[in-house]
C-alpha cells in the first residue's frame, strides 16, 4: 500500500523593511518584495506573508518584532536593512532586546557568503535569535544580497559553493516547534538529519 503524503503544513513568516526613506515615502522599498519572491521560490509550503515597512526607530522595530511573534504568531520573520555600523543602523540591537535565544551562526555565515563579494561585508552586523517559537533573521539591505545569503552561492555545474543560511533555517524550526518546512532543492535544498526527514514529496 503506498503512503499518501499530507499536504504540506502553511507557514506564517513575518517580512519587516527597515528603513527611514522607504517607509517615509521617499523612494519605493525594495526589500519587501525580494523577501516575497525568494520565499515564494524556496518554499513548497503555502505561506501567509505579515508584511510591515518601518523606519529606523529601534523601539518600533522591536516592537514591530514582539508584535509579529507574540501576536500575529509568525514561525519565521526575515528583516532586511539597517544592520550597518551608521549612527540609524540599529536593527540588530532592537532584534537581540526582544531574544530570548542568540543563534550567532546565521550571522557568521552571512559574512562569510558576502565577503566573496565585497570586504566591506565585515561592517555588516546582522544577528540571528529565537523568540518563543519563532526564528528571527537579520537579512542584508540589498535584493540581490538578500538572495545571495539566503540561497548561498553556486557553481556553474548548478554544485554549491558556499552554503546559504536558509538550508539551515527548516531544521531549527522543527527544533522550536515550527511547521515542517519543504524547500524546492533547484533554489535551496533544505539540510535535515536522516531521523528529522520525511518521505520526499514528488516531483
Not at 515564494?40 to 518600533?60: C, G, H, V, W
Not at 546559504?164 to 533544505?190: H, M, Q, S
Amino acid at each position: 500500500m503506498t503512503e499518501t503524503l499530507s499536504a504540506p503544513e502553511s507557514v506564517r513568516i513575518g517580512i519587516v523593511s527597515i528603513s527611514d526613506r522607504a517607509s517615509s515615502g521617499v523612494y519605493q522599498d525594495q526589500g519587501l518584495p525580494a523577501l516575497q519572491e525568494w520565499l515564494s521560490r524556496a518554499l513548497i509550503n503555502p505561506i501567509q506573508f505579515e508584511p510591515r515597512l518601518i523606519p529606523d526607530e529601534q523601539a518600533t522595530i522591536s516592537a514591530t518584532l514582539t508584535a509579529l511573534v507574540d501576536v500575529a504568531r509568525c514561525d519565521l520573520v526575515l528583516t532586511t536593512g539597517g544592520t550597518g555600523p551608521a549612527l540609524r543602523d540599529v536593527t540588530p540591537e532592537a532584534t537581540l532586546a526582544v531574544a530570548h535565544k542568540e543563534m550567532p551562526g546565521f550571522g557568521e555565515q552571512m559574512r562569510q557568503i558576502s565577503l566573496r563579494f565585497v570586504p566591506t561585508a565585515i561592517l555588516s552586523r546582522q544577528v540571528a535569535v529565537i523568540r518563543h517559537q519563532s526564528l528571527i533573521i537579520n537579512l542584508p539591505g540589498q535584493p540581490k544580497a538578500i538572495q545571495e545569503t539566503l540561497e548561498g552561492l553556486k557553481a556553474g555545474d548548478g554544485s554549491t559553493l558556499v552554503p546559504g543560511i536558509f538550508a539551515a533555517v527548516p531544521y531549527c524550526i522543527d527544533l522550536i516547534g515550527g511547521p515542517y518546512l519543504e524547500t524546492r532543492d533547484e533554489v535551496c535544498k533544505a539540510f535535515r538529519p536522516k531521523s528529522a526527514q520525511r518521505p520526499p514529496r514528488p516531483v
